[in-house]
């Protein structure tokens, strides 16, 4: 089993940065794929990027790539997600999830992770 929880979410101006951390509990964590995906309101729920078990390899959405950052400590059990020049296409719910299966690889479909955690907002504004 593995809980994850989002923080870091809120509002910024186009143009800024916010980091996002994915703090997770549970023996599977260091051997999980861990992603990011983000939904905005009336949208399916996208890939943003995601890290391997042992970081190296991350992939991104070509949205967000050159600008946003994925990685995780192992150590800390935690994930993050820097992002910057923010736009407002930007404004949605972000979701962390690890994926058990394919650890040593990134997968971007959403049915394939196994742990969700709450969501958390940003908001860009122009």
């Known amino acids: 089993q593995v809980q994850l929880v989002e923080s870091g979410g809120g509002l910024v101006q186009a143009g800024g940065s916010l980091r996002l951390s994915c703090a997770a509990s549970g023996r599977t964590f260091s051997s999980s794929a861990l992603g990011w995906f983000r939904q905005a309101p009336g949208k399916e729920r996208e890939f943003v990027a995601g890290?391997?078990?042992?970081?190296?390899?991350?992939d991104y959405a070509d949205s967000v790539k050159d600008r946003f950052t994925i990685s995780r400590d192992n150590a800390k059990n935690t994930a993050y997600l820097q992002m910057n020049s923010l736009k407002p296409d930007d404004t949605a719910v972000y979701y962390c999830a690890a994926d058990r299966f394919f650890g040593r690889i990134v997968r971007r479909t959403p049915s394939q992770y196994d742990y969700w955690g709450q969501g958390t907002q940003v908001t860009v504004s122009s």
């Open positions: 890290v391997p078990w042992r970081g190296g390899s991350t």
